[in-house]
């Protein structure tokens, strides 16, 4: 009986460690793989483990720390040059003032023929009634060179054509040159004063109105001064105007002139006075002041521009006062003309913008006017185109070839 009990015994133990492996057996056969799932195009891309490598190593022969270029050292560095200074402006040599009006008639004749041929061809008629000189009249003052001097020009041709008689076209050019060059003068002085007897330099102020040119035209005139070899010193006294300070001192600059400039709105007598100082200090030649363009109808800016002119003779006189009249403006110059010339004793006057309006008999109402010669005239914006004026050139330019 302990027999068959010892032998169920073994046999449960049995069966019980064939069973055990095979549920060991089966645990360890591997789970089948997760479906794949849709990537997170929303999710950031995943962060590397620490020890993952960021590309397959290279098989390439490592360098020694000397041959690494290390920052700040090994390898050269390109160092940037600083900025070179700007360069001084080249001296310009201006063209010699002799001779410009020559080389500048053409542009005078096609503005001004209009007068010389409208008057020929009035004159040239058979007949020549009350009509006519009525017309002749007409032309004259549309031209702008004012009533006065028309009528005495008038008066003079009736005579002289009718003592001449039969006239040809280069009788009646002739008579026509004689009498217009009689209304422009060739006996006034038309020399621009600089040189002054027994002392230097020579002072010369500029002034006009608002839009006339003034400032181009002194920095012009520096150029005419010198191409004549003189040397200047300007004076910035429109310190009304901001830009007109910088515009004076590069054309200063073009011709070698030194510029003396004072604060913007500042006194424009004191930089007058100290320009005036400064050129006797360096010795020059002359000096050129340009003044505030003011309006004639402002009171108070009419009454500094004379205190300018006061400040400037405590050093010396004033060699030349030249006025800066637009052309095309006709006869509205003429009132600028005589207000300014109460406040300074006008010496000269620069005409500019004469090769811009047929209305040239303005150089001949503008003189008998004021009594003063035009010294010089503007014939475009070149910056040697502001030449001496020369009366014979002018008349043969009225009157065409």
């Known amino acids: ?160 054509v009718k003592v001449l008689g039969t006239r040809t076209p280069e009788e009646l050019r002739g008579l026509l040159r004689e009498e217009l060059l009689k209304l422009v003068g060739t006996d006034m002085d038309r020399e621009v004063k600089t040189e002054p007897e027994g002392r230097r330099p020579g002072i010369v102020m500029v002034v006009g109105v608002n839009g006339t040119g003034k400032t181009t035209t002194t920095g012009k005139l520096a150029r005419v001064l010198v191409a004549d070899g003189r040397s200047v ?56 002041i340009d003044t505030a363009g003011r309006l004639h109808t402002k009171t108070g800016l009419m009454d500094e521009l004379g205190k300018v002119k006061r400040v400037v003779e405590k050093h010396a006189p004033l060699d030349e006062v030249l006025l800066v009249l637009d052309a095309t403006t006709g006869q509205n110059g003429l009132v600028q003309a005589r207000v300014f010339a109460e406040v300074v004793d006008i010496t000269g006057i620069v005409l500019t913008k004469l090769d811009g309006t047929a209305k040239g008999g303005i150089v001949i109402a503008v003189q008998n006017e004021l009594g003063v010669p035009v010294k010089l005239i503007g014939l475009g914006e070149g910056p040697d185109d502001l030449a001496p004026f020369d009366p014979e050139a002018f008349v043969d330019a009225l009157l065409g070839d």
């Open 1 to 160: 009986m302990e027999t068959i009990i010892l032998a169920v015994v073994i046999a449960v133990v049995v069966l019980g460690a064939l069973g055990g492996l095979l549920i060991t057996s089966r645990l360890k056969k591997p789970l089948p793989p997760p479906p794949p799932s849709k990537p997170d195009l929303t999710a950031p891309p995943a962060e590397p483990h620490v020890g993952d490598e960021a590309e397959t190593p290279r098989d390439e022969e490592r360098r020694t720390i000397e041959e690494v270029d290390l920052p700040g050292g090994g390898a050269p560095t390109t160092v940037e040059e600083p900025p070179a200074a700007e360069k001084a402006p080249e001296i310009e040599i201006p063209e010699p003032s002799a001779g410009r009006l020559i080389r500048l008639r053409s542009r005078l004749s096609r503005s001004q023929n209009a007068l010389g041929k409208g008057l020929l061809t009035l004159l040239s008629r058979e007949h020549l009634d009350d009509d006519t000189w009525e017309e002749i009249e007409d032309t004259l003052l549309t031209a702008d060179v004012g009533v006065r001097p028309t009528q005495e020009l008038v008066e003079r041709l009736r005579e002289r």
């Open 233 to 288: 010193v300007l004076g910035a006294a429109d310190t009304f105007r901001a830009a007109a300070a910088d515009q004076l001192q590069t054309w200063g600059e073009r011709v070698g002139a030194y510029t003396v400039r004072g604060p913007e709105a500042g006194d424009p007598a004191s930089v007058a006075f100290d320009a005036v100082k400064e050129g006797k200090e360096m010795g020059v030649d002359v000096v050129l």
